[in-house]
């Protein structure tokens, strides 16, 4: 059963304003950060996004739990449009669906101490009864993310960068959520410490139930922890399968460039004899024509600098927008 | 035997810190030859940052040099001036490319300008201008920025995140350095303008017969690029060796676990982690800095600190476990 689906989402940020803009009359400018990507995420599944920078991966997350409008497009929440849902359902909505931000550091107050981090989500929503109970629903919040009751009276400095991750983690799951977007949860920690938090993640996720929308550009990490990827090039979906079907048998150019600095350490292989991919994204304000990869894509031919290849499924679940 | 042109032998440096001095190097041996990529690995605070600095002096005032040596080509650094050092050494002889190179570019000079500055300062006779203009635009040309004519002119924010750290490429190999020092110059970087990157960085090693000393906290870069391999856990080197010895047979156990966390190891399975933390550098542990931490550890990494011993041919490691099979 699916969680959340995305239907045909667009997000445009539109320049209009500024004075020089407006002296040279130009007319606005139009940055296609989502331009029309369909997904579902099933429950218990973990959907992971990959791309590079600018690709728009963040910009779907922030959608998906409403924290931009997005242009046109629908995204459905057990089966309800959230851009429809009035103040009590989005209240609803907020204490179900969180999100662990991606640097784990500056996600935290500096002035409050561990125990009102992981508490101010319950004050807000209402969640508490009796104060008395607060300190053991936040030792017992602790607990679960593998924290001992005695960095409840630490501030976020005095926290090491996986120790702050977790305070992080621990507050998303305050609300007994049911939906996590994980913005890069592990970017900026060292290997021994993000293999911990992967674990606790994992072990979260059988726990409680959690379904995951998983935001990395670690794709040794993607391939642990995900069930299905989607590749997402500037703005547009351009593969999306099942991730042992992906990681075995990527099918568009991309994917393929992408996943090839992925061999594993045991081979020969070198940065040397490695071919890549010429260039580097282009800018989404001006999008090259027809299929925007094909200027860096060693397969092109004429009918992609014309026509836009559509996302089509080209073996069983696994969907590539490719001419191939 | 290649010729080694930089040995380091048994370096220890300190930052002062309340008063009193905490060991941030400790007993560093490390060699490296001509036209040889040297990855240098370890988790964030294992002081690789440092030795990388500590190789070109640039180290704050605050750290001293306990003991020990860095000879380049057979010169002991530490015994020139820095007035000679400057001219000779750093930035000639041995160059340096940054994390950031956001930061290493001078936002109000266009790029053109700092390249033409670098060869300006390091060409021995004097050029005319229009020469040094022209070599600009070639070197530029060589790291892979199309339309050099143009980008010349250009300011560092015109340029992106890749393009910036081929612009400090293309100034590191201006002077043909012998040695170039490179501290996680892609960590910024998408994918696959990290392999662009690192795939330029292997050919103008090859062109020029350079050597690297790069350092990185990604085991998969490393892998990928480097002849040897140390790694580094809490000031100290624990292994030395060849990078394909390193990934199919770690001798360490700290290599051994390290190499154990990364998911690509294994599938679906729970990952291994390293239980505890890096130790304090205020209070390192008795012994060896990795016992409270191993899972091997016995009653002798708890008094004696293990020093690097040769274990197999170009195979170094620094661990008691090793003496005992000798025996």
């Known amino acids: 059963m699916e969680l959340v689906k995305v239907k045909n989402l667009k997000k445009h940020f539109v320049n209009n304003d500024g004075f020089l803009y407006k002296i040279a009359n130009k007319g606005p400018i139009n940055v296609k950060a989502v331009d029309g990507i369909n997904f579902e995420i099933n429950k218990q599944d973990t959907l992971a996004i990959v791309g590079e920078s600018g690709c728009g991966k963040t910009t779907v997350a922030r959608s998906v739990l409403r924290l931009v409008e997005p242009t046109q497009g629908k995204i459905l929440y057990k089966g309800k449009s959230i851009n429809d849902f009035n103040k009590n359902e989005l209240k609803e909505f907020r204490s179900n669906a969180q999100m662990i931000l991606q640097d784990p550091k500056s996600s935290l107050n500096p002035r409050f101490i561990v125990e009102e981090i992981v508490s101010e989500p319950l004050y807000i929503h209402h969640k508490i009864e009796d104060d008395s109970n607060l300190l053991d629903r936040v030792w017992e919040l602790l607990d679960m993310v593998g924290l001992s009751k005695r960095y409840s009276e630490l501030f976020p400095h005095e926290l090491s960068g996986g120790q702050a991750r977790r305070v992080g983690i621990a507050r998303s799951l305050a609300l007994r959520p049911e939906f996590l977007v994980c913005d890069e949860p592990t970017s900026g920690l060292d290997i021994s410490i993000m293999s911990a938090i992967l674990n606790l993640m994992k072990e979260l996720q059988e726990k409680y139930r959690l379904t995951y929308l998983w935001i990395s550009h670690n794709l040794h990490e993607v391939k642990y922890i995900s069930n299905k990827v989607v590749v997402m090039y500037l703005g547009k979906i351009v593969e999306m399968a099942d991730t042992e079907s992906i990681f075995d048998n990527p099918l568009h150019p991309y994917t393929e460039a992408l996943f090839s600095s992925l061999r594993g350490i045991n081979d020969d292989w070198t940065y040397k004899n490695h071919e890549i991919v010429k260039g580097e994204v282009p800018s989404p304000i001006d999008p090259p024509s027809g299929c925007s990869f094909h200027p860096r894509c060693k397969y092109s031919f004429e009918k992609c600098k014309k026509i836009e290849p559509k996302l089509e499924n080209k073996k069983e679940d696994h969907l590539t927008a490719c001419h191939l | ?327």
């Open chain 2, 1 to 327: 035997m290649p010729q080694e042109i930089l040995n380091i032998n048994n370096l220890a440096v300190e930052y002062k810190n309340k008063g009193s001095y905490l060991q941030v190097l400790e007993n560093i041996d490390l060699g490296i030859s001509k036209g040889e990529i040297l990855g240098l690995v370890g988790e964030s605070g294992s002081g690789k940052s440092t030795l990388g600095k500590t190789i070109l002096r640039l180290l704050p005032d605050s750290a001293r040099i306990k003991e020990g040596s860095i000879r380049f080509k057979g010169e002991n650094i530490f015994d020139l001036s820095e007035k000679k050092f400057n001219k000779k050494i750093r930035g000639q002889e041995i160059a340096m490319i940054i994390q950031n190179p956001q930061n290493a570019l001078n936002p109000v000079f266009k790029v053109g300008t700092q390249i033409f500055d670098v060869l300006y300062f390091q060409s021995s006779q004097k050029k005319k201008q229009k020469d040094l203009k022209k070599e600009a635009v070639n070197i530029l040309k060589k790291v892979g920025i199309s339309d050099p004519e143009y980008r010349f002119d250009e300011y560092p924010h015109q340029f992106s995140g890749g393009m910036k750290q081929r612009v400090m490429l293309a100034m590191a190999f201006i002077s043909n350095p012998s040695l170039l020092i490179a501290d996680e110059p892609t960590t910024a970087l998408d994918l696959t303008v990290e392999a662009q990157i690192l795939n330029l960085l292997s050919n103008l090693v090859e062109e020029y017969k350079t050597s690297i000393l790069y350092i990185s906290h990604d085991l998969g870069v490393v892998a990928g690029l480097s002849d040897r391999i140390a790694v580094m856990y809490a000031g100290q080197i624990v292994e030395v060796a060849n990078s394909q010895k390193l990934f199919d047979s770690p001798n360490h156990p700290y290599t051994e676990a390290l190499l154990k966390c990364l998911p690509d190891y294994q599938k679906k399975d729970k990952l291994q982690t390293i239980p505890g933390e890096v130790p304090d550098l205020e209070n390192y542990p008795e012994g060896c800095n990795f016992q409270s931490r191993c899972k091997y550890s016995f009653d002798r990494c708890q008094k004696e600190n293990p020093n690097l011993e040769k274990i197999a041919p170009e195979h170094f490691s620094a661990c008691f476990l090793n003496m005992d099979k000798e025996i």
